[in-house]
């Protein structure tokens, strides 16, 4: 019957004001009956009856003629609504109000607290009661003469079947406006099931979208806190499915292109070979020589791939060891040195010989180091310089790889770290699978340090390297 959220939350909204309203209604409804309507009434009915007594103490008549009695009580049994009763000195009923009282004249009814009132107190009591017959208030006067002697009795009492039609309408007024409560809370309580289930199954329905294939639809994170924590990791969830799938596609894409070209070149070249090129010294070495590069090509994309692999697995893993860098960093730049030269560019370099030992993977370092250069080379002209500067800043140090090539744009500079990013416009990044400053920044991010740039169009750029000394 409760197998649904909604029902379980329709339920756990409207159980309470089932069981609390008319739990309250019952409790206000006795608080207001014994502690108000019945106290007023109990004061009233004494006001009345002790008026009651002055007047019959000028008639001292009708205290030894019942007839007498009978036609005082007669004179104000329509004015007052309590049955009246009159009683002599010794307790004895003269006259009533109430013709079922006829044949107890005569004698002494069962009356409580007679006998100090006799003796002259008045007295007061209140019942609470729910049978129409019972004596809720019963107020007993006595009446004494000039000489303070008690010669008789005034006897008011109210039952529950002369009021009830005031009680009843007490009740119904608290029963509608409970009723009314009733409906008012029962209807919050479905919207709000309705507003905490919706989002739920909202989120339901785009996980089951998302997990058949289809295009995630971002939620609204609207609602309670937890429901808005629920979307929002659902929405970052599919933001980053969204991601991936488009980092697919681009990897795709790249691999067509990048793969594409080297392998065309290497098919007209072993085509030229086949045509009679290798009977031509110059062109067969030529021709190797073009193929060689693209094999190089080749090897660099696996490599990238490779290391993609890794990052996706879950991070780079690192072998740190102690490292000293003033050695170990002049012998990684000794072959990119040649590039640089065999490109016609001026290669400088300044590194102190005081730097610290750090505690680093030289395997990858040397290929953050390799993606820096790599670029720098690329993307400077025949004639401009590629430096390497690196040195100590606090508990840090930095490696700068500095170029005056084409430079990045400040709006592309946030984005050359995402992967398979290319440059839309400088001839920056224009070919190749844009992963190499990715994983040139997820290894300095697995060496606890950062990978930071620097530059402007035309002017070149600048990428540091920053790494925290172990101490």
């Known amino acids: 019957m409760f197998n649904t959220l909604r029902r379980r939350f329709i339920l756990s909204h409207t159980l309470p004001l089932l069981l609390v309203v008319p739990l309250t209604g019952i409790a206000l409804v006795y608080i207001l009956e014994s502690q108000v309507l019945l106290v007023n009434l109990a004061a009233e009915t004494k006001s009345e009856a002790t008026?009651?007594?002055q007047i019959a103490a000028d008639r001292p008549d009708i205290w030894s003629d019942s007839a007498a009695a009978q036609t005082f009580v007669d004179q104000f049994k329509s004015q007052l609504v309590p049955r009246i009763m009159l009683l002599d000195p010794h307790g004895r009923l003269l006259a009533s109000s109430d013709a079922a009282d006829a044949n107890l004249v005569g004698q002494v009814p069962p009356i409580n607290n007679l006998g100090p009132v006799l003796a002259g107190t008045m007295s007061v009591?209140?019942?609470?009661?729910?049978?129409?017959?019972?004596?809720?208030?019963?107020?007993?006067?006595?009446?004494?003469?000039?000489?303070?002697?008690?010669v008789g009795v005034v006897r008011l009492t109210h039952r529950l079947a002369g009021v009830s039609a005031e009680f009843f309408r007490l009740r119904a007024f608290i029963g509608e406006i409970l009723g009314v409560a009733l409906v008012?809370?029962?209807?919050?309580g479905l919207v709000l099931a309705f507003n905490l289930e919706r989002p739920l199954r909202q989120a339901a329905q785009s996980v089951y979208r998302l997990a058949s294939g289809q295009d995630p639809t971002p939620l609204p994170e609207q609602g309670p806190d937890e429901v808005r924590v629920l979307l929002h990791a659902f929405n970052t969830l599919a933001e980053r499915i969204r991601a991936v799938e488009e980092a697919r596609r681009l990897l795709l894409s790249n691999l067509v292109h990048e793969l594409g070209t080297p392998l065309g070149a290497l098919n007209s070249g072993i085509q030229a070979l086949r045509g009679g090129a290798d009977q031509q010294a110059d062109l067969r070495q030529e021709l190797l020589d073009g193929m060689e590069e693209e094999i190089s090509h080749l090897r660099r994309l696996?490599?990238?791939?490779?290391r993609l692999y890794d990052r996706v697995l879950g991070g780079m893993k690192t072998d740190l060891r102690p490292l000293a860098f003033d050695e170990w960093l002049p012998r990684v730049l000794t072959t990119w040195k040649h590039a640089a030269q065999a490109k016609g560019l001026q290669w400088q370099v300044d590194i102190p010989d005081n730097l610290p030992?750090?505690?680093?993977?030289p395997d990858r370092l040397a290929q953050v180091m390799s993606n820096l250069l790599s670029n720098a080379i690329k993307y400077t002209k025949a004639g401009g310089t590629v430096s390497v500067t690196a040195g100590r800043a606090g508990d840090e140090i930095w490696i700068r790889v500095s170029d005056t090539?084409?430079?990045?744009?400040?709006?592309?500079?946030?984005?050359?770290?995402d992967p398979f990013y290319r440059g839309r416009s400088s001839g920056r990044f224009s070919y190749g699978m844009g992963l190499g400053v990715t994983i040139a920044k997820d290894l300095a991010i697995s060496h606890g340090g950062r990978l930071e740039v620097d530059s402007a169009p035309g002017k070149g750029s600048r990428l540091t390297l920053w790494l925290p000394v172990n101490t």
């Open 51 to 53: 008026l009651l007594a």
């Open 125 to 150: 009591r209140s019942v609470y009661g729910q049978q129409l017959q019972t004596e809720i208030v019963d107020v007993l006067a006595p009446v004494v003469d000039s000489q303070q002697h008690v």
């Open 184 to 188: 008012l809370g029962a209807m919050v």
């Open 302 to 306: 696996l490599d990238d791939l490779a």
């Open 357 to 361: 030992i750090l505690r680093a993977d």
């Open 405 to 417: 090539g084409v430079g990045i744009p400040t709006d592309e500079q946030a984005l050359i770290f």
